[in-house]
Each structure stands twice: as C-alpha cells, then as structure tokens.
C-alpha cells in the first residue's frame, strides 16, 4: 500500500546540496541550526557532528562577521576529520555579498547559500547584492535558498502593496498583503537568480511565518506557482510542546498533500537544552505520516489509576534515551533497524495486546496485578520479567540489544559487536 504522503508528492526540480539530493522525488530532507557562535570553530563543529549524528541530514550555520566566515572551513575541516559528511549551510543577513566575495575559502567550504531577499540591501542596491551573491553561487558550483521570512520582508515591496490596497479598495487584511508580499518576494528572487546565471537546479525556496494557517495557504500557493524544491518550517516556531504542537500541525497537512521537500522544526531550546530536540522533532512528523522512518519507534500508555507506579513511564523514558545514543552506531552497523517497534505499557488493559504488535513489548503491572512483567518477542511471550527498576530496565536494554544483533542485516565492514549483558533468562 502506498501511503497518501507518499504518492501525492508534489514533483520539484532535484538540487545537489552536496550529496544530499532535494526535491525530484527524494525523500523529504530534515535539517537543523546550529546555535553556537560561528567563531567559536571547536564548538560549532561539535554541535555539528551531534546533530548529524541525529538525524540531521543538512546543517546550517549563521555566517554574519568577518571572523565567522574565516573560521568556516576551519569547521568544514574539523566536521570532515570526524567522519561526518552533512552538508554544510551558510546563513547571510546584510552582509553575505561582502562576506562571500572576501572571503572565497568560506565560500568554496560551504555546500549551499541562504539569502534573506528581504534584508540583502535596499533600493538600487537590493539587486546589486543579490546578483553578487547569485554570481558567487554560480562561481563555485553552489545552490541556493531563497529564504523569505514574515519578519523581515522588503519593506519597499509592502509599502507598496499596502498604498495598492488602499488606492484601488481592495478589502484586504494586513496579513494578507504581507503573505501576497512573501509569495512575490520569492517568485521574483527566484526569477532575478535564474537572470544571474543559476540554474532551476540550484534554487531552493521558502515562505516563513510562525502562524500555521498562513503558512499552510502560503505553501499551498507556492506549491502551485513554482516546481522550485520547496523548505518547511514556521519562522519562530516557540519552546517545548508548543513549538512541536504548532510545528506538526502546519507541516504535517502541507506534508500529507505531498507539499515540501526538506523541513526543519525551529524550536527554541531551554538554556542549555538539547539542540538536538528540532532533529528529533522532524523525524517525528515525517515518521507519523509514514513518510520516512528514521529510528525504533516507542509505544507506551498514558497512565491512568489503574497503574500503581512510576516505574512504566520511567522505563519508557528510559528505553527512549537509550536508543537514541544507540542509533547512531545502529545506523551504521544494521540495516533496517529504524523500523524497529518497541512497547513500554504500565497494565493489562492494552499491555499485552501493544506489546504483541510490537517487536518488542513489555506490559508492567498495574494496580491488583501480579508483580511480573510479561515480554513479547514478535507477538508471542518471551518471558517474565521481574525484579527492581533497574534491573528491569537492564533486562530490557540487553533484549534490545540481542533483539537488534540477531534480526537486522549486519552492513559490509561491519564486525560482530558483543551485546551488552544478557537478557536475563526466560522464565
């Protein structure tokens, strides 16, 4: 069965950022930002590599000062050293026409550009600098994102549009004019790059906002205006359950009718968070609608009174942390183990039906239940588990591990690993 997601994909012109392809039918790219200071290379480059290491399949870095672009392949070199072949993106604001043309080692070392039409210059000189950064593009061999945001659109172009509005009585609401303005900003940049030399195969295109409605109408029309590949993402997307809430429901119905190519998830991480929640996040939307699986995906139960403890929902959490450290080693040595599924259910109710539809479940007691916990290998019992949460969750880690050594292809040049611990006996 093909999924709707699927074969509803909206055809675009395939780019090369790098080695990833975007668009012409490709499987929809997740990216992400780093957000430490580009000239701070020992750090960026680390922040680099773990979000690769995620899932992170491109990864932008803000190119704004002099020393930051200098320092760039310094960061190309540090992230290739580690093994890691991500493409990298420069991000340029005001100053990318300067930037580029100075510093042609910066431009050389990045896989792809995203130019802000909105904030590249003013007046006579808007053109000027765009052309300059179209021609670097040109020069080296590079894509493009035409990046339009809501937030800092050619004021020009609005003024514009708004005294339109007001001339000829059009009834329009002032975001409407703004999403008109977006739509025009990028067809037009898009046009003025293919006078400058670039190909359809090196231009990428995005209309941000951070309001779902309009990015969901903006992204429809664009869908019907252009075959350019086509970037998701709200602009600013908030903090934790917010941000994801929003985040899934605009990208997830524009992903659904087949409408976007590559896709980040902007959330604004807690002080000192995990950069890496915005890679987790996309692969999650991709992953509910079936449109890519990237990782093991793990079922459990919301709680309710007929659980007695903690114990499930930390054993959940747990269960979760540990595959995503394991992943990237999984990746590499097993193919297919992102389709793995994993159950942690807190009782009887739906325990032991979850846990037989997935490849590995267990179903901890609830309130009244004898204190032994089922475990299902492939729909069938494997045995009981007992004993205190830590040794519950060590049980369970070995079992994955041997679950995952003895039924996904091991990868060429892969040697035998040992698994960690045993999985406790059957009982």
Request: with cysteine; hydrophobic share 35%.
């Amino acid at each position: 069965m093909v999924h709707p997601a699927t074969s509803l994909r909206h055809r675009t012109v395939p780019v090369m950022v790098g080695r990833v392809q975007v668009g012409g039918g490709a499987p929809v790219v997740v990216q992400s930002m780093t957000n430490t200071d580009t000239e701070d290379a020992e750090a960026t480059a680390r922040q680099i590599v773990e979000l690769a290491e995620a899932g992170s399949e491109l990864v932008r870095i803000t190119v704004n000062t002099p020393k930051a672009a200098e320092t760039v392949p310094e960061i190309r070199d540090r992230v290739r050293d580690a093994g890691c072949a991500a493409p990298l993106i420069g991000d340029f604001h005001y100053n990318g026409h300067r930037l580029l043309t100075k510093y042609p080692q910066c431009a050389e070392a990045l896989d792809k550009y995203r130019i802000n039409p909105g904030n590249v210059g003013r007046g006579k000189a808007r053109d000027v600098q765009f052309a300059t950064i179209c021609a670097v593009a040109r020069e080296h061999g590079k894509p493009v994102r035409i990046g339009v945001n809501m937030g800092s659109l050619n004021e020009e172009l609005v003024l514009a549009k708004m005294e339109e509005n007001s001339r000829r009585g059009l009834g329009k609401s002032s975001e409407e004019i703004m999403n008109d303005c977006m739509i025009i900003s990028a067809l037009e940049s898009t046009e003025l790059a293919l006078s400058c030399g670039l190909r359809r195969d090196q231009i990428i295109i995005s209309c941000k906002t951070s309001v779902p409605v309009h990015l969901i109408s903006l992204y429809r029309e664009l869908a019907a205006k252009t075959d350019q590949p086509l970037h998701l993402g709200l602009t600013e997307a908030g903090m934790g359950i917010k941000g994801q809430v929003w985040s899934a429901t605009a990208m997830g119905i524009l992903l659904a009718e087949g409408i976007g190519d590559t896709i980040r998830v902007s959330l604004t991480p807690r002080p000192g968070g995990d950069r890496r929640e915005e890679v987790y996040a996309a692969q999650e939307i991709l992953q509910a609608l079936g449109v890519r699986q990237f990782a093991p995906s793990i079922t459990a139960c919301p709680g309710c009174g007929r659980t007695t403890s903690t114990t499930f929902q930390e054993l959940a959490e747990e269960t979760i942390e540990y595959v995503r450290a394991r992943m990237p080693a999984w990746r590499k040595q097993y193919e297919g183990v992102e389709t793995l599924k994993v159950a942690v259910m807190g009782c009887v109710v739906n325990g032991p039906g979850e846990s037989k539809a997935a490849n590995i479940g267990i179903s901890l007691p609830g309130n009244g239940e004898a204190p032994t916990c089922p475990v299902f290998v492939d729909g069938r019992i494997y045995a009981a588990f007992s004993g205190t949460k830590e040794e519950l969750a060590a049980k369970f880690r070995a079992l994955l591990e041997e679950y995952v050594a003895s039924h996904y292809s091991r990868k060429p040049g892969h040697e035998t690993e040992k698994v960690h611990g045993s999985p406790g006996g059957r009982s």
